[in-house]
């Protein structure tokens, strides 16, 4: 097994949780789907830069910062990050 889908496996369940207190549990598909988009990115880049020293790291702010701009877009509620 690669090195990265180890990181996958280990790593999407706790994302996906993490997100999800995030962005609230009415918002799961969000989340789920942000961690799919992290990791498909985080396989286009880390084939040509290799992996990075904290890939648990890397794949959270890759995911966390475009799902709060797409959260962002479908709410008209108070900011959730208060």
Do not use: I
Request: glycine fraction near 8%; charge should be negative.
């Amino acid at each position: 097994m690669e090195p990265s889908d180890y990181l996958f496996r280990r790593e999407a369940g706790r994302m996906v949780a993490t997100l999800t207190r995030v962005f609230g549990v009415h918002n799961l598909a969000l989340a789920e789907d942000v961690v799919q988009d992290a990791s498909c990115r985080a396989l286009e880049v880390w084939k040509f830069q290799g992996m990075p020293e904290d890939p648990s790291a890397w794949s959270y702010g890759r995911g966390k910062e475009p799902g709060t701009r797409r959260f962002a877009a479908t709410t008209d509620g108070p900011d959730f990050c208060a």
